[in-house]
Structures are given as C-alpha cells and as structure tokens.
C-alpha cells in the first residue's frame, strides 16, 4: 500500500477508511447507476499486454478517472 517515491507513490496523503461490503449496498448503487445518478468516470482502458503503459499513466498523476486493464478478453 505503500510505495516508495520512485515508484510512484509519496505524492499523496494516505488515508484509510474502514467499511463493510454490504450487498444492499452495491444493489443500490447498481441502481442508482442504472438510473443515471451515478457514473462510474472512466479515463482510459487498457489491454493486459499493455498493462505497463496502464501503469505508467496511473503514476503520472494526471488521470481524470479510473484507469482500466482488461484481464480477460473481450466477447465476439
């Protein structure tokens, strides 16, 4: 969790929340999605062979969203 500065991390402050998983919850937040209350912000995908250039802009600190490797690959 914590990594060293010349891997990218240190520019931040660590904080930690505690919470439960709870079904309801993400039952409600499916909801609340499908209702367009909530977005997920998406701001690249990645293949997994290009895991490393993923990795690369997630440490640039510019990302304006989430960053996406897919593990599997996509259905035909």
């Not at 505690?18 to 937040?29: I, K, P, Y």
């Not at 995908?45 to 990795?55: G, L, N, R, V």
Request: proline letters at 4%; a positive charge.
């Amino acid at each position: 969790m914590l990594w060293p500065g010349f891997l990218g991390g240190g520019k931040r402050a660590l904080a930690f929340a505690m919470t439960q998983n709870e079904s309801d919850a993400f039952v409600q937040m499916d909801r609340w999605m499908q209702e367009g209350k909530l977005k997920a912000v998406i701001d690249s995908t990645y293949e997994y062979s290009d895991a490393p250039k993923a990795f690369e802009k997630l440490i640039t600190g510019h990302a304006k969203g989430k960053i996406v490797v897919h593990v599997t690959k996509k259905p035909e």
